[in-house]
């Protein structure tokens, strides 16, 4: 009997120490199972949940727009008083809902290059009002002469053109005319082949953006949607090639498993560059693990603070000889007129900035940008872009609109929040394929070895107690 009770006890601790070591053996071969699937899940080839994903995004993507309503314009027209603006919006479009178009694989770079077509949808029911309620803001083409044409001569034969088309340094717009684009007076009286259609982004629909060409990931998953090239006409042919204009991925997805330290590098058509993100914690979205990555103030620091910048300093009067900052200074890729993006409301900018400006309050929570990355996978499942739209106003001697402003003011003309969330069934989904099978996995390892161990230790301690009572 006690024979058989010792070999009971030592087969019991024996088949506790197999699934424990079964245990210990299955977490790295399960850890190497699941990197092995999400690399191969990744890539942007046919048939991969990344590829299906990337195509056509899945995930209703909206673009809010506050316009800065101008309060005392002719104030500012005669006085070179302070102007005073007052938000309104959101004014609601959807966008990003056209899948990607022109698709070309290249097998032996491993590259996959495409065009992303632009497109919006107003959504009266997530707006304020309707597109054809009007503001008093800047008069995009009269503020941005002076910039363009310095010459004193050609300053006065546009002065002559801008007051007989009767147009002032401030004027009446709809949302629709202020965004898309409207038929300006003064540059239809212009004697020269140019566009004399204006707007914050015209031309936008029916338009693309890109040709785009990104690597595919198949030989290097560490690679995967991180941009290779990006041709578009506003852009090539201006920055100097040290700027490192294109960098990094669009933000839609990042090469997996993301660790908190890594600096997430990504490429923005809207302002022209690359720029980053660090991380700043750890969030729940809607069961899935996330990590927030946040845009630093050193992302739009001065040239002294952040020598990155330096392409984005290119008027010495304007930015205090480079030291300002929370600017960025796009007017090389927008044909030269005088835009300059900031964070909404100057958001860690030089307070100075904000001086001739009054009716702003920037606010960390509702005006950063933020990505919210799945981190296995590199997948953004939440973001919110935020930027403003900024024209600099420079005084000019030869043209009555502009001629008694004392100073040059940065105009706030709006500022837009692009934002977008997995959906609820896109999250079941994902947590069923992805986090569902990897945390089932992982709960399986631990099982096998905490039963493992728990067996193993029981029954060496009934065994050991048996020996003791059968020497005495």
């Not at 290119?314 to 205090?320: A, Y």
Request: charged letters at 20%.
């Amino acid at each position: 009997m006690g024979c058989d009770r010792n070999c009971g006890l030592i087969t019991g601790a024996v088949i506790g120490a197999v699934l424990a070591l079964f245990g210990g053996i299955l977490m790295p071969v399960g850890d190497l199972l699941i990197e092995k699937t999400i690399k191969k899940e990744v890539v942007l080839e046919e048939g991969t949940t990344a590829f299906k994903n990337w195509v056509k995004t899945g995930t209703e993507v909206y673009r809010q727009f506050w316009i800065f309503d101008v309060q005392n314009a002719e104030e500012v027209t005669l006085n070179s008083t302070n102007v005073k603006v007052k938000q309104v919006g959101p004014y609601t479009y959807r966008v990003r809902y056209l899948a990607k178009e022109n698709i070309t694989h290249d097998s032996l770079s491993n590259t996959v290059s495409f065009v992303q077509p632009n497109g919006a949808i107003f959504e009266p029911s997530l707006s304020v009002g309707s597109e054809n309620d009007t503001f008093t803001v800047l008069n995009l083409a009269v503020a941005a002469a002076a910039h363009l044409y310095p010459n004193p001569f050609v300053q006065v034969l546009l002065n002559s053109l801008i007051k007989k088309s009767k147009s002032s340094l401030f004027q009446r717009r709809t949302v629709k005319e202020l965004l898309w684009g409207y038929k300006d007076p003064f540059l239809s009286l212009v004697p020269y082949p140019i566009s004399s259609t204006v707007g914050v982004f015209y031309p936008y629909n029916d338009t693309a953006d890109g040709v785009y060409r990104v690597y595919s990931g198949k030989d290097d998953v560490s690679k995967v949607a991180i941009i290779d090239t990006y041709k578009d006409k506003k852009t090539l042919g201006y920055w100097p090639s040290y700027c490192d204009m294109v960098n990094g991925t669009d933000a839609a997805s990042f090469p997996p498993f993301v660790e908190k330290t890594r600096v997430l590098q990504f490429f923005s058509s809207d302002i022209c560059r690359s720029i980053y993100a660090v991380f700043g914690s750890e969030l729940d979205l809607k069961g899935i693990s996330v990590l927030r990555f946040i845009l630093p103030p050193k992302a739009f620091a001065s040239p002294i603070q952040n020598p990155e910048n330096h392409c984005f300093c290119t008027d010495p009067e304007i930015s205090n000889n480079c030291t300002f900052y929370g600017l960025l200074d796009i007017s090389k890729c927008k044909e030269g007129k005088p835009v300059i993006i900031s964070l909404p409301h100057f958001l860690h900018a030089t307070p100075e900035i904000r001086e001739t400006i009054e009716g702003l309050h920037p606010n960390e929570e509702e005006h950063s940008t933020f990505l919210d990355v799945e981190p296995i996978t590199g997948f953004t499942l939440q973001f919110a872009k935020r930027l403003q739209v900024n024209i600099l106003v420079k005084q000019s001697k030869k043209i009555e609109a502009l001629k008694r402003l004392k100073r040059n003011y940065i105009v706030p003309i709006l500022w837009l929040n692009e934002t977008g969330t997995i959906g609820d069934e896109k999250a079941e989904m994902f947590k069923s394929q992805v986090t569902g099978k990897i945390k089932l996995l992982g709960l399986v390892e631990m099982v096998l070895l905490g039963v493992g161990v728990v067996l193993f230790v029981g029954f060496m301690i009934s065994y050991c107690a048996c020996r003791t009572m059968k020497t005495k």
